[in-house]
């Protein structure tokens, strides 16, 4: 474990400042709002995928080795590998992750995903075909040691090419990164480096569960500019615990001093499995200890505005670009436009053809299938034309504009009339505007478009929010 390398940055005045523990935070956390839509509560509001999670079933989980022994898939494919291992938990945190795990035990895990990768590769659906995209996520990428990132990516590269990707994403924490290590970063052919930062200040950092403080991340990024990845990405996370529009003002500004290819933003929300929560069950809490979503859209408009004036473009709910002509976010975008993805390791998501699947979300019975020779697949869900129509309408909205020609041209569908009601809805409130072809979100729509994207979702569905 790497130790604090300076004493936490506290500002006297600051509110919030003498919360000296994350349940001291909840238990002084206010009142449920008036309005409960204001106020943050427990539960999942990102919308990341359609259907929902929770319709995918352990029963159609066998229907994706149908799929995979099927024609040769014709749509841009994607590999993502998911790499569990951090050296914290974070307080808002509900991924997969482990912090207790030794080297031994990191390797067997890499050596079964390397496992499952060929045999993904021997799947007649898959032959053949190279990655337009790549992707590290976790946990923490970053973690892992330079053998272990070589062996890894080495091994990938001989199953699944990607000499031709257009984007090597990979997610790195700041306080696991030496000179060394994202010189071997840079040498695997990484074009975006995703640093999450989340906040510059140590107070804040340490009241939410995070490894690193800001001398760790000022360090990475300096050294990251110097090695020129094509791509640096900071990741900024507004409303944590004890956050103040103040710090935030300063977050805000420290990020463009930097001068970052782009800028991921997201509203703090409090899942059920994190940390933060179980404190909140304990204080009988049901309001967490963060800011309110009106809080949140305020701070993040003032950092789309903020960099705005510094030259950067907003390009989604959550992203700012400072060379839009340059600057991609191809695992993204290529994902919502309905590409393949060839997702492995514990508890990671995937995508075929319309079938979407999950893995087994425990290390133990993941590792375990892939001794067997079998595809660690626990849940899935196959998609009817309908809902794939659904699904990339909801999502490509978050990019804040969407064409109907676009998809009129791709599914026979004009959706100014399959939408008619709620773009009716959404307009007639100020979040949406239709001018001939374009379906255009206000920015006070595009602030809070996870939220209003229910409307669009099919009726047995929609009992799924927030949850």
């Known amino acids: 474990m790497v130790p604090d390398p300076s004493p936490v940055d506290a500002v006297p005045d600051r509110p919030g400042a003498q919360h000296a523990s994350l349940g001291d935070a909840v238990r002084g956390a206010p009142s449920p709002s008036a309005d409960p839509d204001e106020a943050t509560g427990a539960g999942n509001y990102f919308v990341a995928n359609y259907p929902p999670f929770s319709f995918w079933q352990r029963e159609q989980a066998g229907r994706v080795e149908s799929v995979l022994e099927g024609p040769r898939g014709e749509a841009d494919l994607g590999v993502y590998f998911h790499i569990p291992f951090c050296r914290k938990r974070c307080h808002f945190c509900y991924f997969r992750v482990y912090t207790d795990r030794n080297a031994a035990e990191i390797n067997g895990y890499l050596q079964a995903g390397l496992r499952e990768f060929r045999l993904y590769a021997g799947k007649t659906y898959l032959a053949g075909r190279k990655p337009k995209f790549v992707y590290f996520g976790g946990g923490t990428p970053s973690y892992l040691s330079v053998a272990q990132l070589t062996e890894l990516t080495t091994g990938m590269r001989d199953l699944f090419p990607w000499d031709e990707a257009e984007e090597v994403a990979f997610e790195a924490e700041p306080g696991t ?216 309408f909801i999502l490509r909205l978050k990019l804040g504009r969407v064409t109907a020609s676009y998809y009129l041209a791709k599914y026979g569908v004009d959706p100014r009339e399959r939408f008619a009601q709620p773009l009716a809805y959404l307009q007639s409130e100020g979040f949406l505007s239709l001018a001939g072809d374009e379906i255009s979100l206000s920015r006070e729509g595009l602030l809070q478009v996870d939220r209003l994207l229910h409307e669009f979702f099919l009726p047995q569905h929609r009992h799924a929010r927030y949850t």
């Open 177 to 392: 990164l030496t000179e060394k290590k994202l010189e071997a970063i840079r040498n695997l052919g990484i074009t975006r480096l995703s640093l999450g930062v989340e906040n510059f200040d140590d107070h804040i950092l340490e009241l939410n569960g995070r490894a690193h403080r800001s001398k760790e991340l000022h360090r990475a990024i300096a050294v990251a500019k110097e090695l020129a990845f094509p791509q640096i990405n900071i990741d900024l996370i507004a409303g944590m615990v004890d956050e103040t529009e103040e710090n935030w003002k300063r977050c805000v500004e420290q990020a463009i001093a930097y001068q970052p290819e782009s800028v991921t933003i997201y509203q703090m929300e409090v899942p059920y499995n994190t940390t933060i929560y179980q404190e909140m069950k304990a204080a009988g809490q049901l309001t967490a200890p963060v800011a309110g979503w009106a809080t949140k859209r305020q701070w993040v408009s003032y950092a789309f505005d903020a960099f705005e004036a510094a030259g950067y473009t907003v390009t989604s709910a959550t992203t700012v670009v400072k060379d839009p002509a340059k600057t991609k976010f191809v695992y993204r975008d290529s994902l919502w436009a309905g590409a393949d993805l060839l997702s492995a390791g514990v508890a990671s998501f995937g995508h075929f053809a319309g079938m979407h699947y999950q893995n087994n979300a425990d290390i133990g019975p993941y590792m375990m299938a892939l001794d067997e020779g079998k595809l660690p697949v626990y849940r899935a869900y196959q998609t009817n034309a309908d809902e794939r129509l659904l699904r990339e």
